[in-house]
Antibody
């Protein structure tokens, strides 16, 4: 079964850091682009970042670039999101998702919740 | 990059057809055929419904269809069913080499 499982969310103080993980299974992880998408409480989806199969990212223009860094470890079938200098407005459910062969996010995890609060 | 513009809500009776619009610019929707649509039920992860403007993944009912004209993409649901009640989001590639989602549309089945 193709599956993505996020972990690492929790409560963090403003200014703090957190590293999210996403474990992939059921497909050849190293063949696919991956992304992180977030959703603040009661709000819409917000694209965060994408990463190529070889681990290089092309997110220079991403709004969160500079505070958030996407990375992956193909031998471990894992995707990561390093989040620094967290703010209250970063409070959200964070989803990892796979870019299918065609241009669409065809597999999603269940999400992990990040709460930034003192 | 601003979010793509969608109507906040659309409603219809069972069996009817509804269309959700997604308006962007020539830098995103108008410039590329990389528009996708996602359905999200409350408390659930999004689900891909349409990719590359008008193609359906396997398993998505053919009552869901997508199209594009200029800077506006559209998702049409024909033969509306109760289980179609959900939030819907469009997404487009942009000339900044990033993606942007729409503001989201709540579909209500009357």
């Amino acid at each position: 079964e193709v599956q993505l499982v996020e972990s690492g969310g929790g409560l963090v103080q403003p200014g703090g850091s957190l590293r999210l993980s996403c474990a992939a299974s059921g497909f050849i992880f190293s063949n696919f682009w991956m992304s992180w998408v977030r959703q603040a409480p009661g709000k819409g989806l917000e694209w965060v970042a994408k990463i190529k199969p070889d681990g290089s990212d092309e997110n220079d223009a991403a709004p969160l670039k500079g505070r958030f860094t996407i990375s992956r470890d193909n031998p471990k079938n894992s995707l990561y999101l390093q989040m620094n200098s967290l703010r209250a407005e970063d409070t959200a459910v964070y989803y990892c998702a796979r870019w299918g062969v065609r241009a669409g996010l065809d597999v999603w995890g269940q999400g992990t919740t990040v709460t930034v609060s003192s | 990059q601003s979010a793509l513009t969608q109507p906040a809500s659309v409603s219809g009776s069972p069996g009817q057809s509804i269309t959700i619009s997604c308006t962007g610019t020539s830098s995103d929707i108008g410039g590329y055929n990389y528009v996708s649509w996602y359905q999200q039920h409350p408390g659930k992860a999004p689900k891909l419904m349409i990719y590359e403007v008008s193609d359906r993944p396997s398993g998505v009912p053919d009552r869901f269809s997508g199209s594009k004209s200029g800077n506006t993409a559209s998702l049409t649901i024909s033969g509306l069913q109760a289980e179609d009640e959900a939030d819907y989001y469009c997404c487009s590639y942009t000339n900044s080499n990033i993606y942007v989602f729409g503001t989201g549309t709540k579909v209500t089945v009357l």
